[in-house]
């Protein structure tokens, strides 16, 4: 048993060791190639906070009352027609 750990251990470091050695430049060198480096700001897909439009509440009163109260909201929301 100990010796199928140990298999296993030195199988997992090894395959680490060679996945990091594969293709990695010298930094010091002018010639080694890097990536592109490009700028995107957290605030780029940021929308402003706007106030919603206020419905009449008679409108609002006469579409839960023709779903069937607030509890035929919740069962409407659920892919039935409003």
Wanted: net charge positive.
């Amino acid at each position: 048993m100990r010796r199928a750990i140990v298999l296993l251990l030195s199988a997992c470091a090894g395959g680490t060791a060679f996945a990091q050695s594969e293709g990695r430049k010298d930094p010091v060198k002018p010639e080694a190639r890097v990536p592109a480096v490009t700028y995107r700001s957290a605030f780029a897909d940021y929308r402003p906070y706007r106030e919603q439009e206020i419905a009449p509440c008679r409108d609002v009163n006469a579409e839960v009352a023709r779903v069937g109260g607030h509890a035929g909201v919740l069962k409407a929301g659920k892919g039935e027609k409003r």
